[in-house]
């Protein structure tokens, strides 16, 4: 059964936003950390951006001041806004809910930025 549901993602010219939402749809997100990756082709899987369940925040430097990652505990979701958009930001993106010792991935959602 489908634990996680990415969506948002698109096509995008470069300079440009998208927001990314993540839906978990069995487990609740108040106890988990979520968790933001992304991997382009021909490369390993990337850890994006973190949001603690303890409310902390982290990000790769790769995508500090451009990404922000949220949560809506009530919804169940966790977003991912993306702004000036690279075309080095081009990737599938992988929303990941752990919590209790189990580790739930999304089927990821296409992002690709044009030049």
């Known amino acids: 059964q489908v634990q996680l549901v990415e969506s948002g993602g698109g096509l995008v010219q470069a300079g440009g936003s998208l927001r990314l939402s993540c839906l978990a749809s069995?487990?609740?997100?108040?106890?988990?950390?979520m968790d933001w990756y992304r991997q382009a082709p021909g490369k390993q899987r990337e850890l994006v951006a973190t949001?603690?369940?303890?409310?902390?925040?982290t990000y790769a430097d790769s995508v500090k001041g451009r990404f922000t990652i949220s949560r809506d505990n009530f919804k169940n979701t966790v977003y991912l806004q993306m702004n000036s958009l690279k075309p080095e930001d081009t990737a599938v993106y992988y929303c990941?809910?752990?919590?209790?010792?189990?580790?739930?991935w999304g089927q990821g959602t296409q992002v690709t930025v044009s030049s």
């Open positions: 990941k809910q752990q919590s209790g010792g189990m580790v739930y």
């Open positions: 069995r487990r609740s997100i108040i106890s988990s950390d």
């Open positions: 949001s603690h369940s303890g409310g902390r925040i």
